[in-house]
């Protein structure tokens, strides 16, 4: 089965067909030129008449490499996807009945994930009958986006949703923590000088029994 074709995103050389060209860059004199003349002026430089914008009247060209300008427009495609920041989202479930001890470890645990900088996808499950008690469920949540309103804004006010009541939660901007970078040395501090050998039939003595913390903790 033959190989499918990929279609270039521009037109170039010959396939361009409007009969005049506007010419942009900085390796011709900028104008407009019949195609015919541009796609000279392009070969004569060893390059292509690529069309970058088609709309225009008359459409506009510029005299560059195709080969290195489709490899720079990758490149700069992979740059913009690699600074997109992925959003994790952390679910954490609750029961209608979940007791103070399994409230405080889950708020324990959703502390940590919106530090990361993690969203939190919270919500109460209703099992049988216990959809009776979904006030106690809209509370519940109401009382976990209390307890981390330091490190967490609510996208979404609890919301009944079938047997599931879901409470969103996104990291406040300044509880993330990043590495911290060590400080600078100030330009004028001094180097400090080296400790003095202790002496080794001092050191020696010492090895058998540990010596006291400080000055202080001794007597």
């Known amino acids: 089965m033959p190989r499918q074709q990929v279609e270039e995103p521009f037109k170039i050389n010959q396939k361009i ?9 900085d390796n011709v004199e900028q104008g407009i030129y019949p ?4 796609r000279k002026m392009a ?8 069309e970058i914008s088609p709309t ?28 997109q920041t992925k959003v994790v989202l952390k679910e954490i479930r609750f029961g209608p009945n979940t007791d103070e001890h399994d409230f405080a470890f889950k708020v324990k645990h959703a502390q940590e994930f919106l530090r990361e900088g993690a ?3 919270s919500y109460v499950h209703f099992v049988g009958r216990s959809i009776v008690f979904k006030e106690r469920g809209e509370i519940l949540l109401l009382k976990f986006a209390q307890a981390l309103e330091d490190l967490a804004k609510v996208e979404q006010l609890p919301k009944l949703e079938g047997k599931r009541m879901f409470l969103y939660l996104a990291p406040k901007a300044a509880a993330v923590v990043k590495p911290a970078a060590k400080p600078a ?5 001094k180097p400090k000088a080296p400790k003095p050998a202790e002496p080794k039939a001092e050191a020696t003595d010492k090895t058998s029994e540990p010596a006291p913390a400080s000055a202080d903790a001794a007597e």
């Open 43 to 50: 070969q004569e430089q060893n390059l292509d008449l690529v």
């Open 56 to 83: 225009a009247n008359p459409p506009v060209c510029r005299v560059i490499d195709y080969s290195k300008f489709k490899y720079e427009q990758k490149k700069k495609t992979r740059e913009l996807k690699a600074k």
């Open 17 to 25: 067909l409007a009969r005049e060209v506007r010419l942009v860059g």
């Open 119 to 121: 969203k939190i996808k």
């Open 35 to 38: 195609t015919d003349q541009a």
């Open 185 to 189: 040395a100030p330009a004028d501090a």
